[in-house]
């Protein structure tokens, strides 16, 4: 899975803001629906990422997908290893 950030500024500490002004995501092999649905599970899955909060149950594909990107891209964020 391919994700390449473009532009991440924080707008105030690391650990209480991030402002990410484009994401492209590279979801080939995912089905298109499940694609879909998880974006918008995908912003609260990161603001839990981030803060280490657990992450919503994982009740179908697109909460999983969500929950797994947002997993990587806060690692990615936090400086953590791709």
Request: glycine letters at 6%.
């Amino acid at each position: 899975m391919n994700q390449n950030i473009k532009s991440i500024a924080p707008k105030a500490a690391p650990t209480t803001a991030v402002h990410i002004d484009e994401l492209h995501l590279d979801l080939k092999g995912y089905d298109p629906t499940t694609a879909q649905a998880a974006m918008p599970l995908l912003g609260p899955a990161l603001a839990n990422a981030l803060h280490g909060a657990p992450q919503p149950p994982t009740i179908n594909a697109a909460q999983s997908l969500a929950n797994t990107l947002a997993t990587q891209l806060a690692s990615r964020i936090q400086g953590g290893s791709q």
